[in-house]
């Protein structure tokens, strides 16, 4: 047993008639030490005589104090790409559905910085970083730049892989401590138009069959897209007409409310697979692929400033205009606040605007003169 107290403390003595030490009662053995790395784990060595062992507890003692105050001398070099190679796989290893969608976007991080020492990445390089995912290979062909949004997504991406580092104690400290993420406008609501509306529907390609009924799902439930794709049969609960929902925004559980025309999308959907949205042979339909097919769509049918996500806000904006409470399209929505329902009021505040001057009698023909401007 290591010894605690005095100038032999974790030191610790095995008698062995083969030792080159002297122990207390004078016998042969081996002197050790027991100690705590700078990891937390416990050590216990065997070393030799006694005066080596205190040699090599004050050098172990010395080290833990140095990896406190210094620790980049101490910590060995580690680049970009292995991290984010490593974040991509446990990603996947976990089976999280946005996996190829933040291992697309973590390789143009990647691109964009290339393969740097990420063991003290400064904040200025991801400052840069962001004018740099400006564009991309998307918006460089409709002539373009990213929405703040879109940016966002790359560098939370990025701030996860380096927080994951950190906790390793793989690197020092992660840069977005003094980095702000671009301010975004969460007041979009864009709804289609009905034009806009047959057009599309018209322009979903048949292969795979699947695409179709996704979207009218989304359009019908206001689910996000990783939600939808995240979709199992055995989280389909008929009974209570709920989706529970596999993984969220708000990071817990959550569950989707059906409407019977929802409930007859999914009736009719073969079970090839686990998966609610697949293709034929059971591979699940990724968010990566639906957005590119939507904004395909989109571009033939010269249908412009459409996102895979308006679909959402298509939900909630329809269903206010039939006279749903906002509090209702809330919690459908599965909002944190109200504050994010309330983007959609001024839709039902036109309506009501329009629909207080519909037959209403003409000012100036009625009093004689002109109304008031």
């Known amino acids: 047993m290591a010894r605690k107290n005095g100038k032999d403390r974790g030191l610790f003595f095995k008698p062995d008639p083969t030792g080159p030490g002297v122990g207390p009662n004078r016998e042969s053995g081996f002197w050790g030490v027991e100690y705590y790395d700078y990891d937390g784990s416990r050590r216990r060595l065997l070393i030799g005589t006694k005066s080596q062992a205190v040699e090599f507890r004050d050098e172990k003692k010395a080290e833990k104090l140095n990896r406190r105050r210094w ?10 790409k292995q991290l984010i190679d490593e974040h991509v796989m446990a990603k996947k290893a976990s089976g999280d559905k946005t996996a190829d969608v933040i291992d697309r ?16 990445i400064p904040a200025t390089t991801i400052e840069r970083l962001k004018l740099a ?33 950190l906790e390793a104690r793989k690197i ?20 289609m138009t009905p034009e806009e509306a047959k057009a599309f529907w018209e322009g979903i390609p048949s292969n795979p069959p699947v695409l179709t009924p996704y979207f009218d799902f989304l359009g019908e439930t206001g689910a996000r897209a990783g939600e939808a794709t995240g979709l199992t049969w055995p989280k389909i609960l008929w009974r209570d007409r709920l989706a529970e929902l596999p993984e969220t925004k708000a990071g817990k559980k959550q569950y989707l409310v059906l409407s019977k025309k929802a409930m007859a999308i999914l009736r009719n959907l073969p079970r090839i697979s686990e998966w609610v949205f697949c293709w034929p042979d059971g591979r699940p339909l990724t968010v990566d692929y639906a957005t590119h097919v939507f904004h395909r769509v989109c ?27 906002i509090v209702v399209i809330s919690g459908l929505l599965r909002h944190g606040s109200r504050r994010s329902s309330d983007r959609y009021v001024h839709f039902t505040r036109d309506d009501l605007r329009r629909g207080a001057e519909t037959g209403s009698t003409d000012v100036e023909t009625r009093e004689g003169g002109k109304p008031d401007s």
């Open 71 to 80: 620790p980049e001398k101490f910590l060995p070099p580690i680049h970009l």
């Open 105 to 120: 976007r973590l390789k143009e991080v990647l691109e964009k910085l290339g393969d740097i020492e990420a063991t003290d």
């Open 133 to 165: 995912l400006t564009a991309g290979p998307r918006t460089e062909k409709r002539k373009a730049t990213r929405k703040p949004a879109s940016i966002n997504r790359f560098l939370q991406d990025l701030k996860a892989v380096l927080n994951r580092a």
């Open 172 to 191: 020092l400290h992660t840069p977005f401590g003094s980095v702000e993420l671009l301010k975004e406008n969460n007041e979009r609501a864009r709804e």
């Open 299 to 325: 571009v033939d049918a010269g249908i412009e400033d459409l996102r895979q996500h308006d679909l959402r806000h298509d939900f909630a904006i329809k269903r206010l205009r039939n006279g749903v409470n």
